[in-house]
């Protein structure tokens, strides 16, 4: 199971840290956005075993994911956010080696309820 929070209304430039609390341990955890319509984008994964990360083109630079293993929990740094960044954000999470080479939304099993972020003045 996985609880997302953190989400909110921030102008462009400002920030915003996510949380992903999740009940178990898998081999990565991830975050992917949805706007209206589409499908849902990846953002961001992390290995919980060595930390290893990978990120989307238009998110590299400015969003940090990172782990606490002890709390289980995955958090998604995001700076100078634009209004391009808007959407749902979910959490997800994988026991598959694939899930990480290959972040697509199919091959992840878990998910979290989403929380909005909202960029605009």
């Known amino acids: 199971q996985l609880q997302a929070s953190g989400g909110g209304l921030v102008q462009p430039g400002g920030s915003l840290r996510l949380s992903c609390a999740a009940s178990?341990?898998?081999?990565?955890a991830a975050w992917f956005r949805q706007t209206p319509g589409n499908e849902h984008d990846f953002v961001a994964v992390?290995?919980?075993?060595?930390?290893?990360?990978k990120y989307a083109d238009s998110v590299r630079g400015r969003f940090t994911i990172s782990s606490d293993n002890a709390k289980n929990t995955v958090y998604l740094e995001m700076k100078n956010l634009n209004p391009d960044d808007t959407g749902v954000y979910y959490c997800?999470?994988?026991?598959?080696?694939?899930?990480?080479?290959?972040?697509?939304?199919?091959?992840?099993?878990?998910w979290g309820q989403g929380t909005q972020v909202t960029v605009s003045s």
């Open positions: 997800a999470a994988s026991r598959y080696s694939d899930s990480y080479a290959y972040p697509r939304p199919d091959v992840f099993e878990y």
């Open positions: 178990g341990r898998t081999y990565v």
């Open positions: 992390i290995r919980w075993s060595g930390g290893s990360t």
